[in-house]
């Protein structure tokens, strides 16, 4: 037992996954769009690891303004089926702005959504195994030249957040935590911490 001078030795870290599988997915998490909308894109990809492997069991988030540039989406991901209590998620009427996801037992993911307004990216936040804090980074749906964070970058890692236009309306975007030899890993934001 240390007396009570001496510094306690810190609590150690937990990861964030992959303990999260339970209850936050939740039905057409990746539905943003509206279903049937006409302007609908997918967005999609494979969440990897420092050696190059899939991670089959992360979960990724994405928020984004809808096509006018506005931020406030429809609520209702976790509505209840009334006679059960069963989540039914959303009504595929609306726009939400929020999507939540993860990925398969490939390592893979994909969302639908429209193109955001106001901003070329959708901005994603990536939960995973080994990883003691979630990560945020962006997916350029265009190159814009004028963007300051992409400005601010080198041009191999600017690289690590444009997605790649597969065919008309489906973007591959793929999420590196590290470096593995040949790939750059993804750049990740941070944030400033608030007032204590």
């Given at each position: 037992m240390s007396s009570?001078?001496?510094?306690?030795?810190?609590?150690p870290s937990q990861t964030v996954g992959p303990f999260y599988g339970f209850a936050l997915p939740f039905a057409g998490g990746g539905d943003m769009a509206p279903t049937g909308d006409p302007g609908t894109i997918t967005l999609h990809g494979n969440?990897?690891?420092?050696?190059?492997a899939p991670i089959p069991d992360a979960l990724l988030e994405f928020w984004q303004p809808g096509p006018g540039g506005s931020r406030a989406g429809a609520p209702g991901s976790l509505r209840r089926d009334q006679v059960d209590g069963t989540i039914i998620g959303r009504?595929?009427?609306?726009?939400?702005?929020?999507?939540?996801v993860g990925t398969d037992?490939?390592?893979?993911?994909?969302?639908?959504?429209?193109?955001?307004?106001g901003v070329p990216y959708i901005s994603v936040c990536v939960f995973a195994r080994g990883l003691l804090h979630h990560l945020f980074t962006r997916a350029?749906?265009?190159?814009?030249?004028?963007?300051p964070l992409l400005a601010s970058l080198p041009p191999d890692r600017r690289a690590t957040l444009l997605t790649t236009l597969e065919?008309?309306?489906?973007?591959r975007f793929d999420i590196r935590l590290q470096h593995d030899g040949t790939h750059e890993e993804t750049v990740f934001l941070a944030f400033p911490a608030g007032p204590a």
């Open positions: 009570p001078t001496e510094p306690l030795a810190p609590t969440v990897y690891d420092g050696a190059g009504t595929g009427l609306d726009f939400t702005g929020f999507g939540r037992a490939d390592g893979h993911y994909a969302v639908r959504t429209v193109p955001p307004g350029y749906l265009t190159d814009p030249g004028a963007d065919r008309d309306g489906v973007h």
